[in-house]
């Protein structure tokens, strides 16, 4: 990322798609310092960003390493630090370190998402900072947690992912196990961070006081296994993997099935849908069977119902099939490639997904999930080069000089 990007347009979609209004975002006035690296603790920071609040990302002096990755190139760090101000900090030095202190001294919220033991260990402890600002909300996530026997275990998301035992329920049966496609331990942990932070925040209104507070990685991903754990205190036995089917048969159908040019999700979560998806496929005979109107007897004829069903599939293109459910009211969605989503028109009138023109190309970015009855989406507009807001930053909320400055970038401290 360079210069040039700054100056480049960015088509915001359908204006009047946009919500709009004069009331300002609710994070409006709220400082927050953002140390979050790769995409747990950046995509928290986002949310806030795009609340409304004054983000500051601080990078170290290689930066962040989401920059520039693999084969993925730098889109992950352009989706999850637009409308932050950027700055780099040596804290591997005295005075790297004392800046950040002074720094959370003017700040609302702090996040990071190191190991446990990283920023103690710099003499960065989460007490060092509520001495320095008794009203801070410091805000840690990891992988397990600050405490526990896992606490100092190595983290990412996929091993995050085997660990939480989501990957035991994954994959076909009678296959191994596989992890899901996405990064879901970070993204998941990192929305729980956003809202324990606001949930902080709120707190602060009231007593006037932070507080120090964290996310684990682990403990974010255990909803997910609500249904896989009923089944265990159900049935005394461990699920195994069942593909794209529900992990206790719950609903029948609940499957994805090959249609003449693609796949398609069906789901049938009542006797009602059931009896709809007959209709649908023109199956009457189906409709009129007695024991099929019953979940336990869908449940009895799994197989042969799901061969059914995937014989009618396969004559139907995926918008035949998804358009004769809508029709009879039964939950279904053709599955979609990344391509399909990025051009998703949808998403696109919402004002969600936004072209933004690059050096590289034009690329769809896209804004916060969230939004404010009110008040308008904030304009996204480009993370900021590596440093940008150094200097401006520092002279703005420590009282710096520009001669101070310079010897700070003399020194390697900025």
Not at 40 to 57: L, W
Not at 300 to 322: F, P, S, V
């Amino acid at each position: 990322m360079n210069a040039k990007d700054k100056s480049m347009s960015i088509n915001q979609g359908s204006a009047n798609a946009q919500p709009s209004g004069d009331r300002p975002l609710p994070l409006t006035g709220v400082r927050v310092l953002d140390l979050g690296h790769v995409f747990q603790g950046p995509y928290a920071t986002f949310m806030m960003a795009m609340a409304g609040a004054e983000v500051i990302k601080i990078e170290p002096p290689r930066g962040d390493m989401s920059r520039k990755r693999g084969r993925d190139g730098d889109y992950p760090f352009r989706a999850l630090n637009g409308c932050k101000r950027g700055i780099v900090l040596n804290l591997k030095t005295e005075r790297g370190r004392e800046l950040l202190l002074q720094l959370a001294g003017a700040a609302d919220v702090l996040v990071e998402n190191f190991a446990p033991a990283v920023m103690p260990r710099l003499g960065l402890g989460s007490d060092i900072f509520m001495k320095a600002n008794p009203r801070l909300i410091y805000a840690s996530a990891s992988g397990f947690g600050s405490t526990g026997p896992y606490a100092e275990k190595l983290a990412l998301d996929l091993t995050i992912q085997a660990m939480s035992g989501m990957m035991s329920t994954t994959g076909e049966k009678g296959g191994r196990p596989l992890k899901a496609g996405v990064p879901v331990a970070d993204f998941m942990s990192g929305a729980h961070l956003y809202g324990a932070v606001v949930t902080a925040l709120f707190e602060r209104e009231r007593t006037g006081r932070g507080r120090v507070l964290e996310v684990s990685m682990l403990e974010a991903l255990f909803a997910t296994l609500l249904p896989s754990a009923g089944h265990v205190y159900a049935s005394n036995s461990v699920p195994q993997r069942t593909g794209n089917r529900h992990v206790a048969d719950s609903y029948v159908p609940f499957d994805t099935f090959e249609a003449s040019d693609g796949w398609v999700a069906i789901v049938c979560a009542t006797d009602e849908h059931w009896l709809n998806l007959t209709e649908a496929m023109g199956r009457t005979d189906l409709r009129d069977d007695p024991a099929l109107r019953v979940l336990h007897g869908r449940i009895e004829r799994i197989e042969a119902l799901t061969d059914e069903i995937g014989a009618w599939a396969a004559r139907h293109t995926r918008d035949q099939i998804t358009e004769l459910c809508q029709k009879y009211h039964v939950p279904s969605a053709p599955l979609r490639n990344v391509n399909e989503v990025l051009d998703d028109p949808h998403l696109r009138a919402r004002g969600f997904l936004t072209d933004h023109v690059t050096e590289a190309g034009t690329v769809a970015l896209p804004n916060s999930p969230m939004r404010y009855q009110g008040s308008g989406m904030r304009a996204l507009h480009s993370p900021p080069l590596l440093g940008e807001h150094t200097d401006a930053v520092l002279a703005e909320l420590c009282g710096l000089g520009q001669a101070e400055i310079a010897d700070l970038h003399r020194d390697g401290v900025i």
